[in-house]
T-cell receptor, first 109, second 116 residues
């Protein structure tokens, strides 16, 4: 069966550390993978898109990797801040976006 | 200046009623979507319209009927509401790419529907 799993429901880290979130999938062959941020009571906000032929993508403190052999994407936030606290969603892009279950990140001072 | 707007933000209604949610985008996109986010925060696509034509219709009860009067608007009408319809409904829009979902999507603020 097709599945998208994000490593944990919640991740707590200290300010200044690097947060690493994992997205694993089975039985999909996405051409693209996207990451979104969702704050409580709001809609998801697009962060980064990575193509299947790209190994890595960066944007400011954010970095995404995409390993189609391992069927895994890693999402890193370096020098994390309390303002980075939110739920992060990975989404596989086929003919539609298929979202993972999300990881709630809490950055504490 | 809101890119994707939805009305209403909250909707509380009784079982058996019919209700509608409206969505508008001012981004000039040609594709719009409806998503449902359940109590476990799982976000799942329901429908997608490209240039006013239905292109994605997931296994959604036919009590749900989307309508796109033009490229900038996508409404969702729900008949005979049931308790299980309680969720947050998000509208989104994007450009349309050759690989379907190759472009980022812009989401509205959501409509929290509570059926009692």
């Amino acid at each position: 069966s097709q599945k998208i799993e994000q490593n944990s429901e919640a991740l707590n880290i200290q300010e200044g550390k690097t947060a690493t979130l994992t997205c694993n999938y089975t039985n999909y062959s996405p051409a693209y993978l996207q990451w979104y941020r969702q704050d409580p009571g709001r809609g998801p906000v697009f962060l980064l898109l990575i193509r299947e032929n790209e190994k890595e993508k960066r944007k400011e403190r954010l970095k995404v990797t995409f390993d189609t052999t391992l069927k895994q994407s890693l999402f890193h936030i370096t020098a994390s801040q309390p303002a980075d606290s939110a739920t992060y969603l990975c989404a596989l892009a086929t003919d539609k976006l298929i979202f993972g279950t999300g990881t709630r990140l809490q950055v504490f001072p | 200046d809101t890119a994707v707007s939805q009305t209403p933000k909250y909707l509380v209604t009784q079982m058996g009623n019919d209700k509608s949610i409206k969505c508008e985008q001012n981004l000039g996109h040609d594709t719009m979507y409806w998503y449902k986010q359940d109590s476990k925060k799982f976000l799942k696509i329901m429908f997608s319209y490209n240039n006013k034509e239905l292109i994605i219709n997931e296994t959604v009860p036919n009590r749900f009927s989307p309508k796109s009067p033009d490229k900038a608007h996508l409404n969702l009408h729900i008949n005979s509401l049931e308790l299980g319809d309680s969720a947050v409904y998000f509208c989104a829009s994007s450009q349309w790419g050759l690989a379907g979902s190759s472009y980022e999507q812009y989401f509205g603020p959501g409509t929290r529907l509570t059926v009692t």
